[in-house]
């Protein structure tokens, strides 16, 4: 199974201020058809996880620009340009390039200071 | 309105049976994969199964295999997880999540979810 690892798993950040997320697989995410399977989830206290970033950079409709996902092979980033107090919550990355199981990682908490 | 429903949590004591499902609407149902993806209270996301699109190939994940059925019925629109033998680790908030196998439209559509609790 690939092994996603995130870090760190909390995060206290300062409204405006930047923020990064790092993502590790245990195997290269590039699939044999050339893509790389890396997406990015936000979840809200209480809601179910919404989809930012498929592919490991492209953002979904509606999500702001300040959310950007970058990387390549094991090692991958989602940054966050300038916080907002709309941002809170727990990150996941998730591989979908070596099916079942799919894998996620632990999340990442994050806070307003 | 494009939307994932579930319903069929509620709580049940070890070792007995829940089936939970999962009605699509809004888009072309049939064509899409399907998987149920669980959160256990105060933790991270786990993948339970998937069901190809026509309901040919299933998968599990190894904590539900042999305990958890995954099937679907296109012309109701509904996916189904069959959870029998019920532990009190397999309580958690289950969503379901749609999967086209395209580079594009996956895990990009989720459900409220609906809670499990397993307890004596």
């Known amino acids: 199974d690939v092994v996603m690892t995130q870090s760190p798993l909390s995060l206290l950040v300062t409204l405006g201020q930047p923020a990064s997320i790092s993502c590790r697989s245990s195997q290269s995410l590039v699939h044999r058809d050339g893509n790389t399977y890396l997406l990015w989830f936000h979840q809200r206290p209480g809601q179910s996880p919404r989809r930012l970033i498929y592919k490991v950079s492209n953002r979904d409709p509606g999500v702001p620009d300040r959310f950007s996902g970058s990387g390549s092979g094991t090692d991958f980033t989602l940054n966050i340009s300038g916080v907002e107090a709309e941002d809170v919550g727990v990150y996941y990355c998730?591989?979908?390039?070596?099916?079942?199981?799919?894998?996620f990682g632990q999340g990442t908490k994050v806070e307003i200071k | 309105q494009v939307q994932l429903v579930e319903s069929g949590g509620g709580v049940v004591q070890p070792g007995t049976s829940l089936r939970l499902s999962c009605t699509a609407s809004g888009f072309a149902f049939s064509s899409f994969g399907m998987h149920w993806v669980r959160q256990a209270p105060g933790k991270g996301l786990e993948w339970v199964a998937l069901i190809w699109y026509d309901g040919s190939d299933k998968y599990y994940g190894d904590s539900v295999k042999g305990r958890f059925a995954i099937s679907r019925d296109n012309s109701k629109n509904t996916v189904y997880l069959q959870m029998d033998n019920l532990k009190a680790e397999d309580t958690a908030m289950y969503y379901c999540?749609?999967?086209?196998?395209?580079?594009?439209?996956?895990?990009?559509?989720w459900g409220r979810g609906t809670l499990v609790t397993v307890s004596s």
């Open positions: 998730m591989q979908g390039t070596h099916w079942h199981p799919w894998t």
């Open positions: 999540t749609r999967d086209l196998f395209s580079d594009v439209l996956y895990f990009d559509l």
